[in-house]
């Protein structure tokens, strides 16, 4: 069983940075896809960006050029730096493990996710 613990959220203005923090343990062999969702109040959980075992990353398109998932993290401390934030980027942060491909800024299974960590980015 995975367990997930994010942490890096905070309050931050628009045009600033943060980087978010996934530590991971209790990793099975099948876990080969790890990644970022965000969920605004009123709205659904989206993906925001996903890794897999063959370094390839997946962003969606509101956050491509602004966030990046260091390659070299897979399966450690996983890490969201998030630059140029927008107030819409307010949201509580989730990561997620599972197995498969990063497509669409999503796994193609999702087995463990983490409590959240929350972000806030005032104009």
């Known amino acids: 069983q995975v367990q997930l613990v994010e942490s890096g959220g905070g309050s931050v203005q628009a045009g600033g940075s943060l980087r978010l923090y996934c530590e991971a343990s209790?990793?099975?062999?099948?876990?080969?896809?790890m990644g970022w969702f965000r969920q605004a109040p009123g709205k659904e959980r989206e993906g925001v960006a996903a890794?897999?075992?063959?370094?390839?990353?997946s962003y969606a398109d509101s956050v491509k050029g602004r966030f990046t998932i260091p390659q070299d993290n897979f399966k450690n401390t996983l890490y969201l730096q998030m630059n140029s934030l927008k107030p819409e980027d307010t949201a509580m942060y989730y990561c997620?493990?599972?197995?498969?491909?990063?497509?669409?800024?999503?796994?193609?299974?999702?087995?463990?996710w983490g409590q959240g960590t929350l972000v806030t980015v005032s104009s």
């Open positions: 997620a493990a599972g197995r498969g491909i990063a497509t669409m800024a999503h796994c193609s299974v999702l087995d463990a």
């Open positions: 209790g990793y099975t062999r099948r876990t080969d896809c």
């Open positions: 890794i897999d075992s063959n370094g390839t990353t």
